[in-house]
């Protein structure tokens, strides 16, 4: 039976994609493994691969098509045997490619289903890989293949899983949920939107899914996440003038280290130091990380990217430059991968390179701080001996999430920040 492609989920906020390119036409052979398209996510573009064998019957969807909801039908692969007339007779969409290995996701609005019944899924929303004959056997006898675990390659179920299985006995009803509170007022449509300006001359800029999902997140973000913030002035003079000497002995390397290198790891160290506030609200707990997992934001066109850097309380400042660098660029190139911008406790926000002295923040869940910077500032300030004097002063705001990090320990960790920085060369110990 010709198996129909889906569009899949390559990131766990996509719902939809932009079909930026085949890479295989109708006719051609394609065996597990092979790259069957790129797909432009609400993150990056991704290159998308095959699981099964066969042959490319028809291409249902077209380059360039935008808005292709998640497990539609994009094309179809016929098995020995199979010609394109058989197609029509398709009963039910298979899934026949593989996402990339992804992180752990979070929680997201689930997708549209298609008009066709759509491939298997678990009850957390993953899609379940498995052949088309596993899935007729498992239909016939009744087994729910979220429950088996695949033995064929990237763990997808084949015959021989499904038939060494046992039925499932039937799950007992659930009790009816309460009903929903009733949802808070939204802000004007937007209809009524256009109708205050119709009489305007304005251009419409059309949503990507970037700029989608960063609405969505952000509004879900201020809503729902009890956000207090935390404020301090940090003197920068000892950190600017350590920067300089250490630049001085890198130059050989090609290494320049910014003021953003030592911010990183300033906050690695402090997670480390202030231990339960390296934790992440997880909806019924609070899950507390070992390792410092720090995000950096980090601006593209339409939109930004919050890459991960992971261990980086064990990484050199070097190290932590090179790997800053290469995510950015990549981020901006949209060319990184789910696990490389998705996880971390803490994030950081660093404005100060376009002038802004200081600013709030906004938390990207589930992370449990972000940690605003602004610029650094010749200021006029007090000495321990009550002389006045003038130092570069940068101003930082610790946005925190109250059901993760109450406000003593939030200062606690914005302490251990600040000393880190005023303090540069102790980082290095």
Not at 232 to 249: P, S, V
Not at 266 to 292: R, Y
Request: aromatic content about 4%.
């Amino acid at each position: 039976m010709p198996t129909e492609i889906l569009m899949p989920a390559l990131s766990p906020t996509m719902e939809e994609g932009t079909l930026a390119k085949w890479l295989v036409k109708e006719g051609d052979t394609v065996s597990s493994g092979d790259l069957l398209a790129e797909i432009e996510t609400d993150k990056a573009t991704m290159e998308f691969e095959a699981v099964d064998e066969g042959v490319v019957g028809k291409i249902l969807v077209a380059e360039g098509s935008e808005g292709v909801k998640v497990n539609t039908p994009i094309a179809v692969l016929l098995e020995d045997g199979e010609s394109a007339d058989d197609i029509g007779t398709t009963s039910a969409p298979t899934a026949a490619a593989a996402a990339p290995e992804a992180a752990e996701p979070e929680a997201s609005a689930p997708a549209e289903a298609p008009q066709s019944a759509p491939a298997p899924v678990a009850a957390d929303g993953n899609r379940i890989f498995s052949s088309p004959l596993a899935r007729r056997i498992a239909a016939q006898k009744g087994i729910d293949l979220s429950q088996i675990k695949g033995s064929g390659p990237r763990g997808r179920i084949v015959k021989a899983d499904v038939e060494n299985a046992q039925p499932q006995a039937e799950a007992p009803a659930v009790a009816s949920a309460p009903a929903a509170a009733a949802p808070a007022p939204a802000g004007p449509s937007a209809d009524a939107v256009s109708k205050m300006y119709q009489d305007r001359d304005y251009e419409e800029v059309k949503l990507d899914g970037m700029r989608k999902t960063i609405a969505a997140r952000l509004t879900e973000a201020k809503q729902t996440v009890p956000h207090f913030y935390l404020r301090r002035d940090i003197k920068l003079d000892a950190l600017l003038e350590f920067r300089g000497t250490l630049n001085g002995q890198l130059a050989e390397r090609g290494v320049k280290l910014s003021v953003n290198d030592f911010i990183i790891k300033a906050c690695a160290l402090a997670l480390q130091t202030v231990p339960d506030a390296n934790a992440v609200w997880a909806g019924d707990k609070i899950l507390k990380l070992t390792p410092s997992d720090v995000a950096v934001a980090v601006a593209i066109e339409g939109g930004l990217f919050t890459p991960v850097l992971k261990d980086a309380h064990h990484k050199s400042l070097s190290a932590l430059s090179a790997e800053m660098k290469d995510l950015a660029g990549r981020a901006r190139d949209r060319k990184l991968a789910p696990h490389e911008y998705q996880g971390g406790s803490f994030a950081i926000s660093n404005l100060g390179m376009f002038g802004i002295d200081n600013f709030d923040a906004v938390i990207n869940p589930p992370h449990g701080a972000i940690l605003a910077v602004g610029a650094g500032v010749k200021k006029p300030v007090v000495g321990k001996d009550g002389e006045l004097g003038v130092a570069t002063v940068m101003s930082v705001t610790l946005s925190v999430d109250h059901r993760v990090i109450d406000g003593a320990l939030g200062a606690q960790l914005l302490q251990a920040i600040v000393d880190n920085l005023e303090n540069p060369l102790a980082m290095l110990a």
